[in-house]
C-alpha cells in the first residue's frame, strides 16, 4: 500500500471513530451548529444526552428579545417619592459595591474547578452564558484573592456626599430621570421630596419592580456587597462569604404604600409602613456591621443564641439614597422577563439571569481558612442573586412560616434562628427556585 493510501486511511479512521464518538441522537442532526456540541450546551443526564433547551446564551436571549428589549419597563412616580434612605454602620469596614466591579475580581469555578483562565471577565451582558454549565446553579464567582489578605475590592467604596441633582452615570440617568439631551425622547422624571440629604454611593444599587393582582405593586431593592463578614461568637468568627445581596422591599396598593420588608436574619421581618422610620414619606432602613442585614431601628438585634452572644449592630452612620444611583427595572415574575426601566433604559439585563453563586463556595475542611463546629462553619457560600429572591410572594414576608406584619418598633425582636450556617449555605439564600416555591401569587 502506497504512502498515500495509508495517510487517506488513517484520515478515515479517525473520522469514523470520532463520529461514533458523538451522542446518536446527535449524530444525523445535519442543522446543529458544531459550537452547540463543543460548548456543553448538549449536557449528559442519567438516560443519555439531551439538549438543554431552556439554556440560552447571551446573544441568543438578544435574538429572542430583539422587539421587547425596546420596550422599557415603566417605573412609576410614586415607587420614587417612597424610595428608601439606608443608614450604614459608622464603623463599615466592607461597603456598597458595583457588580461590574465585582466580576473584575472573580473566575467563574464548578464547585471548585475553574471555567476559565483569570485573565478572562465576565461582563454584566454575557454573565448569564455561564447558566450552560448544568443550567448555572453550581457556578461559583470564586475570588482571584486570598479574602484574608483583604484585598481593597473586597471593601467597596465609601459613600461621599452630593448634591441629589449631580450625578456622574455614564448613560446620564439615575433613578430620578434621564438627560433629555442624552436620551432623546425621555424627559426628566419629578424628584421625590428631600426632607434630608442622602448621599450617593458610586455602586449602583438595584431596584426591581413587580406588579401583581388587587392593584399591588412590590418595589424591591436590591444592595451588593463584594464581602460580608460574619459574626463573633466567643472570639470566633461565623458565616463569612464573598458576595452579599441585601433587599427591602415597599409593597404598595394602588398606589399607596402599605408595607415594608427589611432583610433580617432569619428570613427578615415585615411592618406596616406606616409603623417605620421615616424621612418624608421615605422610609429609613439600618444595615447591620459586616453582615448587612437590614432592620427597622439603630441597636444590638440578638438572634438564635441566648445572653445577645450573636447579634448584629445598627447605628445612624452614613445616610445612603439608593435612589441616587441605581440599575431600574420591572419585571414579570409570570413569564420570567425582565426590562430595563424607563429611568435607566441602558441598565444591562443578562447578569440578572445567572443562575449561579456570586461568591466563592464553602471552604473544604482541608483549607486551612476553614473550621467548623456545631454544623457552623467560618466560610459559606456565597448567595444567589435577585432573581431567586421570591420576586413573585404572595405575602409579603420572604418566609414559609405565617407572615407577622409589625404595626410598631421596637430595639428587641427576640430571639431568632441563625440562617445560613451550614455547608453550602449562605445567608438568606433561597433553595435556587425562580421567585421560590412557598408564597407565589397562584393566579
Known sequence: MSYCSRVLLAVLSLGVSAFLLIPSDLQWTSNLPFHAVISGRYSSGRSGYHHDSTIKTSAERTDQRTNKTKELGDIPQYVLDHAPLVHLYSGEQFWPCDIREHLQHITPNLNYTPLQAKSHHEKLTDLDELNQWDGGRFVYLKSDDNVEERPSWLGGEKINPTDPDDDDDDDGCTALGCDGKKQGQQQPLRAPPKPTRGRRSPAPAVLVVVEKEDGIVDAFWFYFYSYNLGNIVLNLRWGNHV????????????????????????????????????????????????????????????????LGLL????????????????????????????????????????????????????????????????????YVSGPLGPRFKQLGRREICQGRGECVIKDFLDDDDGIRGWVGGGEDEAPFEDDGKVNGAFSEFAG
Open 311 to 378: 447579634h448584629d449592630v445598627t447605628d445612624r452612620g452614613p445616610l445612603w439614597d439608593p435612589l441616587l444611583n441605581a440599575h431600574t427595572y420591572t419585571y414579570d415574575w409570570r413569564s420570567d422577563h425582565l426590562r430595563s426601566g424607563n429611568v435607566t433604559p441602558t441598565a444591562p439585563l443578562e447578569w440578572f439571569y445567572f443562575a449561579g453563586h456570586w461568591g466563592d463556595r464553602t471552604y473544604p475542611l482541608s483549607d486551612p481558612r476553614q473550621y467548623t463546629f456545631a454544623g457552623q462553619y467560618h
Open 243 to 306: 458576595g452579599d445581596w441585601e433587599h427591602s422591599l415597599v409593597r404598595f396598593q394602588h398606589g399607596i404604600p402599605k408595607s415594608v420588608f427589611l432583610s433580617e436574619h432569619y428570613f427578615g421581618q415585615a411592618y406596616t409602613y406606616d409603623a417605620v422610620e421615616k424621612a418624608g414619606r421615605r422610609p429609613i432602613m439600618y444595615s447591620a456591621v459586616g453582615t448587612h442585614a437590614m432592620y427597622a431601628t439603630p441597636a444590638v438585634h440578638p438572634y438564635i443564641l441566648p
